[in-house]
């Protein structure tokens, strides 16, 4: 364990959002902590907004009076940038801005001891390109916290070209002594989360201005099918489109304009609106004084079946069938090897795999079809998206509804999009963190923790494509990279090797 003594001094630098948290939570685990801000005032302001934070924790019974009057002690303010010399440890939180942090570190080494470590809370900039030209840049790395500092447990401790392994070790045992999760990270633009992330919103922004869904219809199935805790278009009008918008726009130019990365006009519109989300009153939603939330679209209730066919294996879905059973519908299995359906009276269902249903019936399929999308758990599942044919007759839609509404499940019919809308998003992220683990990010279990830790995801994108089966997933993504003849789905080659090879994503490991 390499973890900085409680005994030394820390310092921060920027005491805005990011510096006051991650100087509460250092003070709180020990250390002195010296906060500086360039802002005359700021350091003050930050200060007095710890205390009355930690203040409201005393009210609560979450800290004692004695922690408080102590963690007060340490926090102190230091007044000149040359009061920062004995600091074992600098983290600087202050404009996201490539210039000043470079031009802050320069004048940091000029200060501080041999043995200080020096850390950047960048989101999105390059920690190499922050430490280049530094004496010393081996002493320097990423240590990205994520908002509310206090409150999230995860940090990227991310490595820069030239950041050495004492380091990064230190930086890791510290984060855990703090109380923290961390994993590491290779700087690249994103790092694991701020990268991975992306087609969470941007496979919600393509379904919507395709007319899959609308907003509240999309973000109920990522919810109450996806296990998600908010949908794509809540969570970016929690987050800010001008920030959701700044960093896909970022990581985009960051990867040469890959097309994987590429914003939304949509988007773009609410911010030239000024529709910022949450904080500017309007984004997808509006917040209003005694504005109504729209409501998802859900079918009407329609009559149960009395029997149903299940022919092949559902393979993610077959907890359907015992509870298809329970539901008291009469179940007759049929083995095949072909693809698994559900065959009842006036429709046929399957799962979706990537292509569209109007697809498969051009292809042979049975043309009353209509596709089921992903849950993340069909048993706890409360709400299911299908999609019909265009070939189908205009009941089918209704008679499949019935066989999910019989399992106490809302369902929303969408349009017949290529992969629907769990699945799709599913197959994108675990894409996404395929690419990241292949080009050394991070381990693909410290992708997957993550996110769940870093954006609270219900699972790890790679364990959750394995519980899938990843050759559904490379399906999925060969059907819409065929259907719109876009880069943007092409597969990562790491998930083809694992298809090809049999072998889990989440466990994969270079030989
Ligand atoms: P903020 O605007 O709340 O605070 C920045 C503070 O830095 C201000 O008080 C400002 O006066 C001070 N400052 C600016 N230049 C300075 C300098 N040269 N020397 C000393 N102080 C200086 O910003 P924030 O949201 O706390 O973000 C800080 C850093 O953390 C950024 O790099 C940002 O990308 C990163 N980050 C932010 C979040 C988030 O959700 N806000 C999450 C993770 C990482």
């Not at 409150?151 to 230190?170: H, I, N």
């Not at 209003?288 to 022919?311: I, M, Y």
């Not at 596709?371 to 999609?387: E, T």
Request: hydrophobic share 45%; proline share 5%.
């Amino acid at each position: 364990m390499s973890a900085l003594a409680p005994s030394a001094l820390v310092a921060v630098v920027g005491a805005g959002t990011m510096g006051a948290g991650i100087a509460q939570i250092a003070a709180r685990a020990g250390h002195d902590v010296l906060i500086f801000d360039a802002k005359p005032g700021a350091a003050e302001k930050g200060r007095s907004g710890i205390l009355a934070a930690l203040s409201k924790q005393v009210a609560k019974g979450r800290l004692s009076e004695q922690q408080y009057a102590e963690m007060a002690t340490r926090l102190r303010v230091a007044s000149v940038f040359a009061a920062l010399k004995d600091a074992a440890l600098v983290v600087e939180a202050v404009v996201e801005d490539l210039e000043v942090k470079k031009g802050l570190f320069r004048e940091l080494e000029g200060i501080v001891g041999d043995d200080a470590i020096l850390a950047t809370n960048t989101s999105a900039l390059s920690v190499t390109a922050i430490c280049a030209g530094l004496k010393r840049p081996g002493r320097v790395a990423g240590l990205h916290f994520f908002n509310p500092v206090p409150l999230m447990a995860l940090v990227e401790v991310v490595a820069g070209l030239a950041s050495e392994c004492g380091t990064l070790e230190t930086l890791f045992d510290t984060a855990t002594a703090w109380g923290k999760m961390p994993v590491h990270a290779k700087s690249t633009p994103g790092f694991i989360v701020n990268r991975v992330a992306r087609p969470f919103y941007a496979e919600g922004l393509r379904l919507l201005e395709e007319g899959a869904a609308d907003v509240p219809t999309i973000d109920a199935i990522m919810r109450e099918a996806g296990g998600f805790r908010m949908g794509p278009f809540e969570l970016m009008d929690l987050i800010g489109h001008d920030v959701n918008f700044a960093v896909t726009s970022s990581t985009f130019q960051a990867y040469f304009n890959d097309p994987r990365y590429r914003p939304a006009h949509t988007q773009q519109d609410l911010v030239a609106a000024g529709w910022l989300g949450r904080k500017s009153g309007r984004g997808f939603y509006d917040y209003a004084d005694g504005a109504v939330h729209p409501e998802p679209n859900t079918r009407a209730v329609c009559r149960a079946p009395r029997r149903v066919e299940v022919s092949g294996p559902l393979g993610p879905a077959e907890s359907l069938v015992p509870a298809l059973v329970q539901a008291g519908i009469e179940v007759e299995r049929r083995n095949s090897d072909g693809e698994g359906r559900i065959l009842m009276e006036g429709a046929t269902l399957a799962l979706t795999d990537g292509r569209t249903a109007t697809a498969r019936v051009a292809a042979g399929g049975p043309d009353d079809l209509v596709l089921f999308d992903l849950a993340l758990d069909y048993a706890k599942a409360s709400r299911i998206a299908l999609a019909p044919a265009d070939q189908a007759a205009p009941g089918a839609a209704d008679a499949a509804a019935s066989l999910f509404q019989a399992l106490g499940k809302a369902v929303s019919v969408v349009d017949d999009a290529p992969g629907l809308i769990v699945m799709r998003t599913l197959a994108m992220l675990a894409n996404e963190a395929a690419e990241a683990s292949l080009q050394g990010v991070a381990t693909p279990s410290d992708i997957d923790r993550a996110m769940m830790l870093g954006v609270n995801y219900p699972a790890g994108p790679l364990a959750w494509a394995d519980l899938v089966g990843t050759t559904r997933i490379l399906r999925v993504l060969q059907a819409l990279q065929d259907v719109y003849g876009d880069d943007r789905y092409r597969a990562s080659s790491l998930l083809r090797r694992c298809v090809a090879g049999g072998r889990s994503v989440c466990c994969h490991v270079r030989q």
